[in-house]
């Protein structure tokens, strides 16, 4: 393990960590010796997930139920997370949804829903963590922002605006709170292969052929190579950066389709 990647004795929040990205971000921070909570709405998923990580990782995993929309809730993970070490390094600020419906369809319902989650979730949860870094010196936030926050698509109107958002939030926080030690970047995922993921071809919602006919890299992410780049983002190897997105869709947004 590299110095910079070392993580024993911080610890770490990942939020939506009982499966997917967040589940391959909890993994990594475990692996590289982090103390990690786990934040999630589902419960199973939780339980299953912190089994793993502390028969592979010496206990390293604590299990928190809680919605990121619930500020109460985010305050209280956020404080228990410092508890455990008197500080709180690392918050993997993931949860969210995802969304695909004609924008002449959108019901103000799932447009709410989504800003719900993605933006305004992200920001109760940024804004909870940095509260309590800013009282024990500093710490590291990375969002989950998208690809298609930086480009856009057709039948995405609120989730192009929720992750849009996500990368301005990440701007201005980082800006906010450089000198307090906290730094705020952001990782923008493209399509990776997840249990969601399939599930979503699944239902023909998804055409992964297309997809992968569409993507320079000829394939879909893996949740180990999101989590890697989020991990780099959380640890000193990036100490002068802050206030930035890093994209990993496989060139996706780099490539003006014809």
Known sequence: MQPHFDFTGQTALVTGAAAGLGLAMAEALAAAG????????????LDTATARLNVLHAESAVPVQGSITDADAVAEVCELACGLTGRLDVVMNNA???????????????????????????????????????????????????????????????????????????????????SLGIRVNAIGPGYVRTALTE???????????????????????????????????ASPASGYVTGQTLVADGGWSSYTYL
């Open 34 to 45: 982090a103390r990690v909570v786990l934040f999630d709405l589902d419960r199973s998923g």
């Open 96 to 178: 969210g949804v995802s969304g695909n419906s004609p924008s002449l369809d959108l019901t103000e319902d799932k447009w709410r829903r989504t800003l719900d989650i993605n933006l305004t979730g992200a920001f109760l949860v940024a804004q909870a963590a940095g509260r309590v870094m800013a009282e024990t010196g500093g710490g590291s936030i990375v969002n989950t922002a998208s690809m298609y926050g930086v480009v856009a698509a057709p039948a995405r109107a609120a989730y192009c605006a929720s992750k849009a958002g996500v990368v301005a939030l990440t701007k201005v926080l980082a800006i906010e709170w450089a």
């Open 199 to 233: 599930s979503l071809a699944a239902e023909g919602r998804l055409d992964l052929d297309a997809i992968l006919n569409r993507v320079p890299s000829g394939r879909l992410g893996r949740p180990e190579e999101i989590a890697s780049a989020a991990l780099f983002l």
